[in-house]
């Protein structure tokens, strides 16, 4: 069976802290894999990791895959209450576009 | 980003009645709608694969019968549950992919529909 594991599955932090998101999977034809925020609604896309050891940044978040592993990590630097969310992983399978989600880490960044 | 809305955004309803959700494509054309289910402290769950001009694919243990799909358009999708009961209260998502990019056919979500059944 398909999954996707997170871990933690909650962290609470002070502002100005670090975290690291975990991310690991057992999926079949993997294509990507996928980081998504989850405020009130909708999911909101952040990275796709497609090749192992490239790291993808976007401001403070960075992103990493390693298939050999078949691990993920997200990380925050310098966290901001803005960044208190449900940070979700999932994976794509090649050839059908379905993507297979963890259950979340849920970061709740204090002042 | 592409847009993908859907209609109510909220909606409480009587057990034994039916309710039908819309998800659309607001800025492009979707052939391929994936309709997940949320529950409260869960990840997202894929209920179905909804195909324009086709039938939907269901994923195991969703009840094609009781979860009705129909994408009648290339911007519409409509997820109907039928004699809904308290069980079926939930976050019910849909995402389309924007095929019309590259290189990454990139989904996009609606901003989900709150189920509540009596």
């Known amino acids: 069976e398909d999954k996707v594991v997170q871990s933690p599955l909650s962290l609470v932090v002070h502002e100005g802290d670090t975290v690291t998101l975990n991310c690991s999977y057992e999926?079949?034809?993997?294509?990507?894999l996928l980081w998504y925020k989850q405020e009130k609604k909708a999911p909101t896309f952040l990275f796709m990791l497609t090749s192992s050891g490239i790291e993808k940044k976007s401001g403070r978040l960075s992103s990493i895959l390693d298939k050999k592993e078949l691990s993920s990590i997200l990380n925050i630097t310098a966290t901001q209450t803005g960044d208190s969310a449900i940070y979700l992983c999932?994976?794509?399978?090649?050839?059908?576009?379905?993507?297979?989600f963890g259950k979340g880490t849920k970061l709740t960044v204090n002042p | 980003g592409a847009v993908v809305s859907q209609h109510p955004s909220w909606v409480i309803c009587k057990s034994g009645t039916s309710v039908k959700i819309e998800c659309r494509s607001l800025d492009f054309q979707a052939t391929t709608m994936f309709w997940y289910r949320q529950f409260p402290k869960q990840s997202l769950m894929l209920m179905a694969t909804s195909n324009e001009g086709s039938k939907a694919t269901y994923e195991q243990g969703v009840e094609k019968d009781k979860f009705l799909i129909n994408h009648a358009s290339l911007t519409l999708s409509t997820l109907t549950v039928t004699s809904a009961h308290p069980e079926d209260s939930s976050f019910y998502i849909c995402?389309?992919?924007?095929?019309?990019?590259?290189?990454?056919?990139?989904?996009?979500f609606g901003p989900g529909t709150r189920l509540t059944v009596l």
């Open positions: 999932a994976v794509e399978q090649g050839g059908s576009e379905k993507l297979v």
């Open positions: 995402s389309a992919p924007d095929r019309g990019r590259t290189p990454y056919n990139e989904q996009f």
């Open positions: 999926v079949t034809n993997f294509r990507s």
